[in-house]
T-cell receptor
C-alpha cells in the first residue's frame, strides 16, 4: 500500500535535547511538507521541499531543521532552540499539479 | 487578516441527517483551490473534497458535496446522511495560484469545526 509513514507516534524530549521525527513516503511525490498543530488550532507550515536537496522555510521555521537527501524521506529535527515544542506534528506529500496533500498519521511530541 | 474563516467551533447533528459546515475565504487571486479535510481523534488528516475556482460545477464525492458560492467567497461542506464515524474535526484550506509555479504552493488553513454525530 502506498502512503506516508511517520515515526515515532509519541516522542518525549528532555530540555536541551534535539529530537528527529521521521517521515517516509512511497507515493513517488516530489513535494513534502511539515506542519505543526497546537490544540484547538489549524495547521502551521514549518518547512516544505519541492525536490530532493531543496527545501524552504515555512511560517514557523525557527527552532527546526530539515533535510531532503532522498525523494522518499523528509526528516524534521526539533532543536533545543525550539522553546515550546510540545505539539502534534504532521508530515504531508503531494503529487504535481493541483493534487491535494496527503498526510501521515502524525507524531505527538511532549517535553519531559 | 484571516484568509480562511470557519465560524462554527462546534456542531451537532443527528445520525442520518445532513449537516453543513461553513467556510469563507479571502483572496484577490482569481485562481485558487479549496480543500476540505477530516481529522478524527486519532489525528490523521484525511482529504475529503476539492473545488477549483474555475470549476463550473460544485464538487461532489460520495456523501460529501461542496456548496461553492464564488461571489460570496464561501465553500461550505455538506455531509449527507451523517454517520457516527463522521464525528471529527473538519478543516477548510485554500491554495492560491495555479500552474506548477507552485508545486510548493502552500495551503492556508482554517481553525476547524468539531462535528459530533448523535445516535
Amino acid at each position: 500500500d502506498g502512503g506516508i509513514t511517520q515515526s515515532p507516534k509519541y516522542l518525549f524530549r528532555k530540555e536541551g535535547q534535539n529530537v528527529t521525527l521521521s517521515c517516509e513516503q512511497n507515493l513517488n511525490h516530489d513535494a513534502m511538507y511539515w506542519y505543526r498543530q497546537d490544540p484547538g488550532q489549524g495547521l502551521r507550515l514549518i518547512y516544505y521541499s519541492q525536490i530532493v536537496n531543496d527545501f524552504q522555510k515555512g511560517d514557523i521555521a525557527e527552532g527546526y531543521s530539515v533535510s531532503r537527501e532522498k525523494k522518499e524521506s523528509f526528516p524534521l529535527t526539533v532543536t533545543s532552540a525550539q522553546k515550546n515544542p510540545t505539539a502534534f506534528y504532521l508530515c504531508a506529500s503531494r503529487a504535481p499539479g493541483g493534487q491535494p496533500q496527503h498526510f501521515g498519521d502524525g507524531t505527538r511530541l511532549s517535553i519531559l | 487578516a484571516q484568509k480562511i474563516t470557519q465560524t462554527q467551533p462546534g456542531m451537532f447533528v443527528q445520525e442520518k441527517e445532513a449537516v453543513t459546515l461553513d467556510c469563507t475565504y479571502d483572496t484577490s487571486d482569481p485562481s485558487y483551490g479549496l480543500f476540505w479535510y477530516k481529522q478524527p481523534s486519532s489525528g490523521e488528516m484525511i482529504f475529503l473534497i476539492y473545488q477549483g475556482s474555475y470549476d463550473q460545477q460544485n464538487a461532489t464525492e460520495g456523501r460529501y458535496s461542496l456548496n461553492f458560492q464564488k461571489a460570496r467567497k464561501s465553500a461550505n461542506l455538506v455531509i449527507s446522511a451523517s454517520q457516527l464515524g463522521d464525528s471529527a474535526m473538519y478543516f477548510c484550506a485554500m491554495r492560491e495560484g495555479r500552474g506548477n509555479a507552485g508545486n510548493n504552493r502552500k495551503l492556508i488553513w482554517g481553525l476547524g469545526t468539531s462535528l459530533a454525530v448523535n445516535p
